[in-house]
Nanobody, 124 residues
Framework: QVQLVESGGGLVQAGGSLRLSCVAS????????IAWFRQAPGKEREFVSG????????SYSDSVKGRFTISRDNAKSTVYLQMNSLKPEDTAVYYC?????????????????WGQGTQVTVSS
C-alpha cells in the first residue's frame, strides 16, 4: 500500500515562498502520476498541479501558473511544489495524490491515494 506524506506548509506573508514535499512509500513510485490539490474552508478540493512519472510533463491550474513549479525526484520517491509569490487566496490545506495511470486529470475522484495534507496560510 502506498503512503503519501506531505510537509513544508506553514504561515507566510503575501509575496513569500514555500516548498512543499510529498514523500511516498511503497513500490513502483516512478510509475505513478502525482498531483497536488488544495482545499480551502467551505470550498471544493481543487487541482493545483501535476507531474508525469518521467517528470517531463507538468500541468498547472490557471490560478497558480507562473508562480508554482512542480518537480519530482524518483530516486527519493518525492514530489515537490515550489510556491512563489504567494497570495492570501492560496491559503488552504494542500494534499498530494497518486494516480496509478500516468495520465493527467484534474478530477480528484480519479486519484486513489492521498496524503494527510499540510496547511498553507498566507497573510496579507
Amino acid at each position: 500500500q502506498v503512503q503519501l506524506v506531505e510537509s513544508g506548509g506553514g504561515l507566510v506573508q503575501a509575496g513569500g515562498s514555500l516548498r512543499l514535499s510529498c514523500v511516498a512509500s511503497g513500490r513502483y513510485f516512478r510509475s505513478y502520476y502525482i498531483a497536488w490539490f488544495r482545499q480551502a474552508p467551505g470550498k471544493e478540493r481543487e487541482f493545483v498541479s501535476g507531474v508525469s512519472w518521467s517528470g517531463f510533463t507538468t500541468s498547472y491550474s490557471d490560478s497558480v501558473k507562473g508562480r508554482f513549479t512542480i518537480s519530482r525526484d524518483n530516486a527519493k520517491s518525492t514530489v515537490y511544489l515550489q510556491m512563489n509569490s504567494l497570495k492570501p487566496e492560496d491559503t488552504a490545506v494542500y494534499y498530494c495524490a497518486r494516480r496509478s495511470i500516468d495520465v493527467m486529470t484534474m478530477h480528484y475522484a480519479s486519484y486513489d491515494s492521498w496524503g494527510q495534507g499540510t496547511q498553507v496560510t498566507v497573510s496579507s
